[in-house]
Every structure is written in C-alpha cells, then in structure tokens.
C-alpha cells in the first residue's frame, strides 16, 4: 500500500497537477479531511502524524513522505481550503456584495468547527513561519477572488473610480477577524453591517484611492 | 526563601494590593520579567515554569504557587501589561489622537520584542480559554483608556455626538491587528494613516453612532 500511493516527486503535489478522481487524490483528500478535523478538535499543538495517517486510513510512511510535518499537513491544508473556497458574489450592488462577504466570513468563523479550525491556523501562523507565509498566500487568494466586487462598484459609480479592491475588502475583513482573534467579542449581525457601512464610507470618502 | 515569598492567599494577587517595593512585588516583577522574555524568544508553547523560576531568581515553589501553570503567568502577564500602559494621548483633534493610538499600536507590533510577546500572547489566547478572557480583559482595558479621546473630539464637533468611543477606537485598531495576525502584511506608515483616515470618514458617516 506504501508503494501505490508513493508519488514521484518528493515535493508535495499542488492538487492541479493530479487527476481529481485518481488515488493519489483520494489520499491527499482523506488526509486534509483527517487534519481538519483534528485541528477543530485539539488544534495545532496537538497535530499528530501518526494520529493523522491512522484518522485517514492511509500508510504513516505516505503521510511522512508526502507532507514531513504538523507544518506541512497545515500548508496544504491552506492551499486546499484556497482552491475550494466559494465565488465571489454578485448581488448588483456593491454593498450587497460587500454585505455578502462579511457574512461568509462570520458564518465561516462563528460556524463550531470551521471557526476552530480557523483559530488553528491562526495560531499556528503565529508559532510557525512557514505557516504564517501558507496563511498569507491563502487571504491574498480570497481577497484576489473578491476584487472584481469592488471593480464592478466602482464601474457602476458607487465609489470613486481609483479605489484599491483589496484595500476595501481588507477593511471589511479586519473588524471581523479583530474580534474574533485579538478581542474576542461575539460577530453580532450589527458587527458585520458596521464593518460594510464603515469600509463603504470610507472607500466613498477616497480612503482607499491607489496612491 | 520559599517561606519568605508566600503570599497569605492561594489566589495571584492582584497588584493594587501589595506594596511596589515589598519582596511579593518585587518576585512578581521578576518572575513577569523573565515571563515576557521567554514567550518574545521561545512562544507560548514553550513556556516552562521552571525555566521561568531559575531566570527570575525565584524558588520553582513559589512560582507554581502563585501562579499554578504557565496560563497563569500569561494571564498575569496581560493584567500587568494592561496597568503598565501608556496613558491616552491628547493632542488637540481627534485625528491627532487616534494617529498617535494607531502609531502607538504599530509601533508595539512592529517591536522585535513587543510584537513576538504579542504574536505570543494572542497564539495563547487562541489555544486556552483563559489566556483568550485575559486577552480579551486587556484589550476592554486599553479601549477605557482612550475613550475620553473620542468624547473629547465629540464636543469639539469632529464627530456626531452618540458616536460609540470603544466602536471607533476598534476601528482604528482593527486594520492593523489583521495584517499582524492573519494576513501579515506589513504596518506602514499608509496602513497606519488609512486605518484613521477610514475610521474617521466612517465615524463621521455616523456608522458607529450608538444603536
């Protein structure tokens, strides 16, 4: 079983390169799930190659060999969780669009186990550097998903033409994932339609213009 | 010297009850010195209690004592660091204030030392419920320190009167503390100068006016 599932490079697979339905995809997939789940139950300190091989029902000598360490199952997780995460909304105004972010982004990190499994990486972001670079590729992905959002606002007159996409989808972002990560209060409804209102006033009043 | 430390009760006490230059406040500096400096090297996960004893110059009794486990002494830790802080500032205009907040946050955060007692910190707080509530304590700490600023700006007429102070103080953190712990990107003198600029526009918007 070790032989089938051994790839041929030692680095690990980016997903693309890989046959959706062949085995070595089945095995990266019961893996993650198997990360996952571990890192919403006891988080990153807690990750356990073995635990993780035997959570997956795949060969300890495949997990060690494809992903090395706790680090490299949460990397890959990362990319995983880039490359499944849903489109970008198009509601037909920008602050419904904006609206629609925020409120993935509470559902996501209210929601039991993805908003453990959030404060998993978060934390191993700031225990890890390898990590914390898989962390940042992975929100640059997302606020690159959300951008034309913002380039159909501006399109359309709702903010002033100039007005940096990812500057505005950050400050929707930030109030959010302040509280839920540095102050750790409650994302009330009336936490997320402050933090659109707040990012539209500002993008209206040309905060976020390019330099 | 473990009879000498004893404190009379089993609870950490908290620092209004002790005399600042008595032996107890002087063991608690000590050992929160030598606290502060193992998690700016080493993080939280690697907090030992009887590493802490020996930097500190304190008998390993008297620190599982007093403070039990190493969530113990990051939670008294945060107490410390809350009654340490530097005083609001009052420079005349709002946004003088809330630059000179913002400065003060980046500056913490971008401190070789301070910022990893603060990645550490927050890795805590996302690992241990009770590092997460003395997170929390901290932060309610400092936005009271600084709500007389937004009053202050209030009956200047730089803002609508009702405005939340702890609403637009959150905003004005909230940007910085993002890029710090989740998407980290770096706090530029532009983060610093947005993260007003769009609190300000926000809160004369009347986006954080009281409900």
Not at 185 to 197: D, G, I, K, N, Q
Request: hydrophobic share 45%.
């Amino acid at each position: 079983m070790e032989q089938e599932t051994r790839l041929p490079e030692s680095q690990p697979a980016s997903p693309g390169t890989l046959r959706p339905g062949g085995r070595t995809a089945k095995v990266r997939r019961a893996v993650l799930d198997a990360t996952r789940d571990a890192l919403a139950e006891s988080g990153f300190h807690a990750l356990n190659m073995d635990r993780i091989a035997a959570g997956a029902g795949v060969g300890k000598t495949t997990v060690y060999r494809r992903w090395g360490s706790p680090v490299g199952l949460v990397t890959d997780l990362l990319r995983d969780m880039a490359d499944q995460s849903l489109p970008a909304a198009d509601t037909g105004s920008l602050a419904g669009d904006l609206r629609a972010n925020a409120e993935l982004v509470r559902d996501t990190l209210t929601d039991a186990r993805m908003g453990a499994v959030f404060r998993a990486v978060i934390a191993a972001g700031a225990c890890d550097e390898e990590c914390a670079r898989a962390l940042a590729d992975f929100y640059r992905t997302r606020l690159a998903e959300w951008a034309p959002v913002v380039a159909r606002g501006g399109a359309r007159g709702e903010i002033p033409a100039g007005t940096d996409p990812v500057e505005l989808l950050r400050a929707v972002s930030a109030p959010l994932y302040y509280r839920f990560t540095v102050t750790r209060e409650e994302l009330t409804a009336a936490v997320v339609e402050r933090a659109v209102s707040a990012a539209l006033a500002a993008a209206r009043d040309g905060v976020f213009l390019r330099p």
